[in-house]
């Protein structure tokens, strides 16, 4: 068995053969019948003898192959066998490229979408993850997805459809970001937005969305339609009309949310991400007590079963008595009234909204008596909404 350190020699082997390097125990140099040359390491296992190749040569250097021997002898010191280590490895490496994209976002959609999708939106959201994401990327491991396929998904939609494209980046994120965590994918997550996407999409202008409005002129008859209906969804809609609300908001309303005469809203629920307070009138707590007491044992104020009313319900509530309108169209007539009917600042009027107004305005506010403010303007709507039932009370 031939000894040599010297480089030129083992470039300029002919024939096949084993060269031992004597100055690092159990390093060898293979020469296969093809001349190709390859590092192995042979070292002995709880009575069992490996041949563990390190690379071939010259690629991998004769300093490069004695590092890795040295390490690799420092795990036999502990206790691990380099050779199950790596079987272990390629178990892993397989079983990550053989996780499809397609596959592991249903799973993940079933086991979180109750946590962040609304009722309403629940199957259209999942209908637009399915037909953006899955023609593109559907297919393909986990893993192997790059941040160009997330554009690609992304860029054709992004500025006609930019409500949907957000919303399908967000989920998209969250999915990669599981299986990040679930050990499926090792590289990063290609579908961050923050100093990622943000740089490679365009920016978007945006357009205000109208959504069909009552007119305010008839909001105290159908007030008054409601009044007399003592329904849940008639009591929740009375609600989201007295406090200008977003349908979502007063949906998933929880008792707990409740303190005395304000409603504190967490950032989670809020569009803006932003804790948002509501002062509430007689009418509100009153809306409150009946639709507790017409399901005592729940969580949500609004509530049928235990579970929280629906958009839908909601929807069906307002169809019977005015077609062509929507619940969300509530917030506008809120905002009509207050423009032609009051002499409240705009801003006061957005601060209800919870709309996000600029920083130096929304900070001068916030110094001064802002909530009384909305409680006194809400408080106008209030007896506004109300006139005709007033008018019939004794």
Not at 134 to 159: A, D, R, Y
Not at 194 to 219: D, F, Q, R, S, W
Request: proline share 4%; with cysteine.
């Amino acid at each position: 068995m031939k000894k040599s350190v010297d480089i030129r020699t083992l470039k300029n082997i002919s024939h096949p053969t084993r060269y031992t390097i004597p100055d690092t125990r159990g390093l060898h140099l293979w020469v296969r019948t093809d001349l190709k040359k390859y590092w192995v390491l042979r070292y002995t296992f709880n009575g069992s003898r490996f041949d563990l190749s390190l690379g071939n040569f010259p690629a991998v250097t004769l300093q490069e192959a004695r590092k890795q021997a040295t390490k690799i002898r420092a795990k036999l010191l502990a206790g691990v066998n380099p050779v199950d280590e790596r079987k272990l490895s390629r178990a892993e490496t397989k079983r990550t490229k053989s996780c499809k994209f397609e596959t592991y976002a249903i799973q993940y959609i079933d086991r979180v979408r109750p946590n962040w999708m609304l009722d309403k939106n629940e199957r259209s959201w999942i209908s637009a993850i399915k037909k953006y994401t899955f023609p593109e990327i559907g297919k393909i491991s986990l893993e192997e997805i790059t941040t160009e396929h997330i554009v690609n998904i992304l860029n054709p939609i992004w500025q006609e459809k930019h409500q949907t494209a957000t919303r399908i980046r967000a989920v998209m994120e969250r999915i990669f970001s599981a299986s990040i965590t679930a050990g499926l994918r090792t590289k990063p997550n290609p579908a961050i937005w923050n100093g990622h996407l943000e740089n490679l999409l365009p920016k978007v202008k945006y357009i205000v969305k109208h959504y069909p409005a009552m007119k305010y002129m008839e909001i105290p008859d159908f007030i008054n339609y409601l009044y007399h209906l003592k329904t849940t969804s008639s009591l929740a809609i009375q609600f989201l009309i007295l406090n200008a609300s977003r349908t979502s908001e007063v949906l998933k309303a929880n008792r707990n949310e409740i303190s005395s005469d304000l409603w504190i809203i967490p950032a989670d629920r809020m569009k803006a991400g932003k804790e948002h307070i509501v002062p509430l009138g007689e009418r509100s707590k009153e809306l409150i007590c009946k639709a507790i007491n017409n399901d005592v044992d729940s969580s949500y104020i609004f509530s049928i079963d235990g579970k929280h009313l629906s958009h839908q319900t909601m929807a069906k509530a307002l169809a019977k008595y005015s077609k062509g309108v929507t619940i969300h169209g509530f917030r506008s007539t809120f905002r009509d009234w207050v423009a032609e009917e009051t002499m409240h600042s705009n801003e006061v009027a957005e601060m209800a909204l919870a709309h996000i107004i600029s920083n130096k305005v929304e900070a001068a506010y916030r110094r001064g008596n802002l909530l009384e403010k909305r409680r006194i303007m809400m408080l106008e709507w209030e007896r506004y909404c109300y006139s005709k039932v007033m008018n019939k009370i004794p």
